[in-house]
C-alpha cells in the first residue's frame, strides 16, 4: 500500500515562500504524473498545478509566475515551490498522483496546511 506523504506547509506573512513537498513511492518507476490540490475552508477543492511523468508542467491562473512544480525522481518527491504568498493562497494543499491504474489507486495523503498572513 503506496503511502503518500505531504510535508512543508505552515504559516507566513504575505510576500513569504514556502515548498511544499510530497513523497510517493513507487512514483518514478511507474512513470506517474502528479497534481496539486487545494481547499480552503468552506470552499471547494481547486487544482493548482500538474507536472507530467515527462517534464510538462501547467498551473492555475491565480498561481502561474508565483509557483514551480518541480520533481526529484531519486527521492519519488514531487515540490511545489510557492513565492510572493497572498492571504488567499491559505488553503490545505494535496498532492494526488495520475497516470495509468498503479497511480490513480493511490488514495490521497493527509495534506499540508498553509496560512498566509496579512
Known amino acids: 500500500l503506496v503511502q503518500l506523504v505531504e510535508s512543508g506547509g505552515g504559516s507566513v506573512q504575505a510576500g513569504g515562500s514556502l515548498r511544499l513537498s510530497c513523497t510517493a513511492p513507487g512514483f518514478t518507476s511507474n512513470r506517474c504524473g502528479m497534481h496539486w490540490y487545494r481547499q480552503a475552508t468552506g470552499k471547494q477543492r481547486e487544482w493548482v498545478s500538474s507536472l507530467s511523468s515527462d517534464g510538462i508542467t501547467s498551473y492555475a491562473d491565480s498561481v502561474k509566475g508565483r509557483f514551480t512544480i518541480s520533481k526529484d525522481n531519486s527521492k519519488d518527491t514531487v515540490y511545489l515551490q510557492m513565492n510572493s504568498l497572498k492571504p488567499e493562497d491559505t488553503a490545505m494543499y494535496s498532492c494526488?498522483?495520475?497516470?495509468?491504474?498503479?497511480?490513480?489507486?493511490?488514495?490521497w495523503g493527509q495534506g499540508t496546511q498553509v496560512t498566509v498572513s496579512s
Open positions: 494526488k498522483p495520475y497516470g495509468g491504474s498503479w497511480c490513480g489507486a493511490i488514495s
